[in-house]
């Protein structure tokens, strides 16, 4: 059973554009969102994080969208970059009692073109 | 952010031998580390987590036997690969987290590329 589905699989925006990442979870225990950037070779990077409380949080061209009553919560990348290209994972865990693992989107590979 | 070293960054060695994965937490204490498994264009897969003194639970299809981990210090676990295959060749990855704090989250380390030939 995957806990977190994430979506699309891969995505190609042209420079400038808005890149648009969604993903949806099963667990209504999940209280932490966080959003990571890995380049290839490298290990993941934390981006931006959300909790449930909230239904969007912004730094810089980052924002993350959240909707509790759906289950969903997506990444909005603004005035997307070709240094943007990478692959992006959300994830979701429970934080408040307990101290379980990130359990990880499959992922999404996003390549900005000029 | 928090720093997680790894080393070593890549490493090659012959079917049969061990190879030793040192994860590190550079400016916080982490009680928690968990270690992951990354194949080629796909995502990440928890294989263990550690505390800090106490033996790692290990996720399901896992063999602790195989895949050693070692939480020695607040900053500092091992992973040990014992008897390495082709099978084993993967990017491993660490992380760590303290607890205790609300709004912490897990950090990564840059991974260490695993080839056995």
């Known amino acids: 059973q995957q806990q977190v589905k994430q979506s699309p699989q891969s995505l190609i925006v042209q420079k400038g554009g808005i890149s648009i990442i969604n993903c949806a979870y099963e667990?209504?225990?999940?209280?932490?969102f966080p959003w990571y950037q890995q380049f290839p070779g490298k290990g993941p990077a934390l981006l931006i994080a959300?909790?449930?409380?909230?239904s969007e949080k912004k730094e810089g061209r980052f924002t993350i969208s959240f909707n509790k009553s759906a289950k969903q919560f997506s990444l909005h990348i603004m005035d997307s970059q070709p240094g943007d290209s990478a692959t992006y994972f959300c994830?979701?865990?429970?934080?408040?009692?307990?101290?379980?693992?990130?359990?990880f989107g499959k992922g999404t590979r996003l390549s900005v073109i000029a | 952010g928090a720093v997680v070293s790894q080393h070593p960054s890549r490493v090659i060695c012959k079917s049969g031998t061990s190879v030793k994965i040192e994860c590190r937490s550079l400016?916080?204490?982490?009680?928690?580390m968990f270690w992951y498994r990354q194949f080629p264009k796909k995502s990440l897969m928890l294989m263990a987590t550690?505390?800090?003194?106490?033996?790692?639970?290990?996720e399901q299809g896992v063999e602790k036997d195989k895949f050693l981990i070692n939480h020695a210090s607040l900053t500092l676990s091992t992973l040990t690969v014992t008897s390495a295959h082709p099978e084993d060749s993967s990017f491993y990855i660490c992380?760590?987290?303290?607890?205790?704090?609300?709004?912490?989250?897990?950090?990564f380390g840059p991974g260490t590329r695993l080839l056995v030939l």
């Open positions: 992380s760590a987290r303290t607890s205790g704090r609300v709004q912490e989250t897990q950090y």
């Open positions: 550690s505390n800090e003194g106490s033996k790692a639970t290990y």
């Open positions: 959300i909790r449930p409380d909230v």
């Open positions: 667990n209504t225990a999940f209280d932490y």
């Open positions: 400016d916080f204490q982490a009680t928690t």
């Open positions: 994830a979701a865990s429970i934080h408040r009692g307990g101290n379980t693992p990130l359990v």
